[in-house]
């Protein structure tokens, strides 16, 4: 699958969530990262899910090449008494990326951090780690794979999102999977895709 198919199937997605979203009489968004203080305490944050182009700039994805992911997002472990000092509360998280070309896929699970611009708008990071199907070795990595030296791997992400309502949101996504030179191979993956986030 082409970088230009994912690209216009993540457009699609977004349309058809965002003309939901219009639809909803909603004027009141929320931030997922401060829940009101008289609602019922849940396990489960938010539920994302999208495609990404598979290492564009590197070996796995010169030809073209694409991913499935999926990520839930857990509720904060506690929660703070003003806003800001809740900023600094990670979600924890787990998901995978899984990959149409029999490229590299991964499992990974983490700490989520999000951060609120305006009431619409968010940019969150991310940092946790990753475990792999992908070559280790570079000496016997097929052409199409990179040699990622060991598993697991450190994995960082960053995104830019846009709530479309109180449960929908929208968000581009680049990611990075390394071993911050524990192994060997001190070679990375990096993933950049688009996701649909749902907040319980």
């Not at 690209?7 to 829940?35: N, Y």
Request: hydrophobic share 40%; net charge neutral; proline share 6%.
């Amino acid at each position: 699958m082409r970088i230009g198919t994912v690209l216009g199937l993540s457009l699609l997605v977004a349309s058809v969530v965002g003309a939901s979203g219009a639809l909803a009489a909603d004027s009141k968004r929320q931030s997922p990262i401060a829940s009101p203080s008289n609602a019922q305490p849940s396990l489960l944050s938010e539920f994302r899910i999208g495609f990404s182009a598979q290492d564009p700039w590197g070996p796995e994805g010169k030809d073209g090449s694409a991913n499935l992911t999926g990520e839930i997002l857990f509720a904060k472990p506690f929660t703070a008494s003003d806003l800001f000092t809740s900023y600094f509360i990670p979600r924890p998280h787990i998901g995978g990326s899984a990959n149409f070309d029999g490229r590299t896929s991964f499992a990974y699970a983490g700490l989520t951090w999000t951060f609120d611009l305006t009431p619409n708008l968010f940019v969150e990071g991310s940092l946790g780690g990753a475990i792999h199907n992908g070559d280790k070795n570079a000496f016997n990595a097929s052409p199409h794979h990179q040699s990622l030296g060991c598993s697991p791997l450190f994995r960082e992400s960053g995104s830019v999102g846009v709530r479309l309502s109180a449960n929908w949101s929208v968000m581009a996504t680049i990611e990075h999977l390394s071993n911050a030179g524990a192994c060997a191979e001190n070679r990375g993956l990096t993933n950049v895709g688009a996701r649909v986030g749902y907040t319980f």
